[in-house]
């Protein structure tokens, strides 16, 4: 009930394509979902993050998507470029409680 | 301000041994959590320090340990080192307690376990 599922583990996709990373929870109890990006040799850097009261959240490029009722939610990065490549980890929470994170999808964007 | 900062940066060990890694957060936060990240397993959660106090803790063995100063200076312990402890230690800071803070983390560790 503590895992965080994430899919796909990796991705390729073309400059200027859209990139959907999935993840669903199992625990209701959940109630913080932020996404993590990495690229290599720094640590996790958050990016964005929503909570179960809204469907959506968009910051640029960069949006989440949530649906309670199938306990998923993604990350979209419309537009993506050469620079987005690094890996993105998602993650959730309840309040108080440690983070319980997705194993992480390697994306690619070909110039 | 400057960011979380680990040292040292890489580290090579052989079974048996024992290592400590230290974590230096950024000016104000409290609370400090390590990770240990392999490939393909995501961020496995260590423990988690607030003020000086350990707040939540991972289901890793006793070999790992921790403990945090004053200063919120944060070190890691693992003792005993074995193959698979091979892995890149993150360390996070944030300014309160609670996950919904946001996190942010140093460049890491990497141990490697001969």
């Known amino acids: 009930q503590q895992q965080v599922k994430q899919s796909p583990q990796s991705l390729i996709v073309q400059k200027g394509g859209i990139s959907i990373i999935n993840c669903a929870y199992e625990n209701t109890a959940f109630d913080y979902f932020p996404w993590y990006q990495q690229f290599p040799g720094k640590g996790p850097a958050l990016l964005i993050a929503i909570r179960p009261d809204v469907s959506e959240k968009k910051e640029g490029r960069f949006t989440i998507s949530f649906n309670k009722s199938a306990k998923q939610f993604s990350l979209h990065i419309m537009d993506s470029q050469p620079g987005d490549s690094a890996t993105y980890f998602c993650?959730?929470?309840?309040?108080?409680?440690?983070?319980?994170w997705g194993a992480g999808t390697k994306l690619i964007i070909k110039p | 301000k400057a960011g979380v900062t680990q040292t040292p940066r890489y580290l090579i060990k052989t079974r048996g041994q024992q290592v400590t890694l230290s974590c230096s957060p950024i000016?104000?936060?409290?609370?400090v959590s390590w990770y240990q990240q392999t490939p393909g397993q995501g961020l496995q959660f260590l423990f988690e320090y607030f003020s000086e106090t350990q707040r939540n803790k991972g289901n890793f063995p006793g070999r790992f340990s921790g403990r945090q100063f004053s200063n919120s200076r944060s070190e890691m312990n693992v003792s005993t080192l074995e193959l698979g402890d091979s892995a890149l230690y993150l360390c996070?800071?944030?300014?309160?307690?609670?996950?919904?803070?946001?996190?942010?983390f140093g460049p890491g560790t990497r141990l490697t376990v001969l």
């Open positions: 993650a959730a929470s309840k309040s108080n409680y440690q983070l319980i």
């Open positions: 996070a800071s944030s300014l309160g307690s609670g996950s919904a803070d946001t996190q942010y």
């Open positions: 000016s104000g936060h409290r609370s």
